[in-house]
């Protein structure tokens, strides 16, 4: 069964605490990305690898870490710096050929 | 900045209808592509048109583009309850950045 995995689905923490969501596929996909979205808004950009050991911010970066270690997986850690977390969390491959995109299921994030 | 921008943010129609929603972006684009987002999910690929085509078709979706405008729109005929999400273009850039979207609530 082919697809992204988010984990977990819902996810709490305190006020400045670092926790990390996870992003892992099994579509042999260069490229993945990390989005935010806010209540009845879009997309944001958070991060973007083309590649494994690569990956570049996207507008939204501040408050935000990843590491690209393995083609498969690439986490998002939210640190306390970030000074508003709560939000949707939604990570994305991306096709080499035509650049079509595949999205996780998201991880809701709440501060409590 | 941000590749693709849907219009309008909202659109409330009856079942049956028709909607219409449209996508302007800035760039030259190989192709440009639409998305759905349901309530609380992830967002999955509806279609795909590139730039030396004027107009594709898939179900009950008609996608057209104009690129002399920088613009696509998306159609879905006799729309159904079940076409309320939200939906969002993309152009093929790498860095793959999403408008706000368009709202489309569709009433039984």
């Known amino acids: 069964d082919g697809g992204i995995t988010q984990s977990p689905k819902y996810l709490f923490r305190k006020e400045g605490q670092n926790v990390t969501l996870s992003c892992e596929q099994n579509?042999?996909?260069?490229?993945m990305y990390w989005y935010r979205q806010d209540p009845g808004q879009g997309l944001r950009l958070i991060y973007y690898?083309?590649?494994?050991?690569?990956?570049q911010k996207g507008d939204i970066a501040e408050g935000y870490s990843v590491s690209r270690e393995k083609k498969e997986s690439f986490p998002l850690t939210v640190t306390s710096a970030q000074k508003n977390p709560t939000a949707f969390y939604l990570c994305?491959?991306?096709?080499?050929?035509?650049?079509?995109?595949?999205f996780g299921p998201g991880t809701r994030l709440t501060v409590l | 900045s941000q590749q693709g921008e849907e219009d309008p943010q909202a659109l409330s129609i009856q079942e049956g209808e028709n909607a219409t929603m449209n996508c302007s972006y800035k760039?030259?684009?190989?192709?440009l592509q639409w998305y759905r987002q349901n309530s609380g999910r992830g967002l999955v690929h509806l279609i795909l048109?590139?730039?030396?085509?004027r107009e594709k078709h898939s179900g009950r979706l008609r996608v057209t583009l104009d690129t002399s405008k920088k613009s696509s729109s998306l159609l879905i005929t006799a729309s159904r309850a079940a076409d309320t999400a939200s939906y969002f273009c993309?152009?093929?850039?790498?860095?793959?950045?999403f408008g706000a979207g368009t709202r489309l609530t569709v009433k039984p």
């Open positions: 994305a491959t991306r096709t080499s050929g035509n650049n079509e995109q595949f």
């Open positions: 579509l042999n996909h260069d490229a």
């Open positions: 993309a152009t093929d850039v790498y860095d793959m950045r």
């Open positions: 690898s083309q590649i494994v050991n690569d990956f």
């Open positions: 760039t030259s684009i190989n192709n």
């Open positions: 048109i590139r730039s030396n085509e």
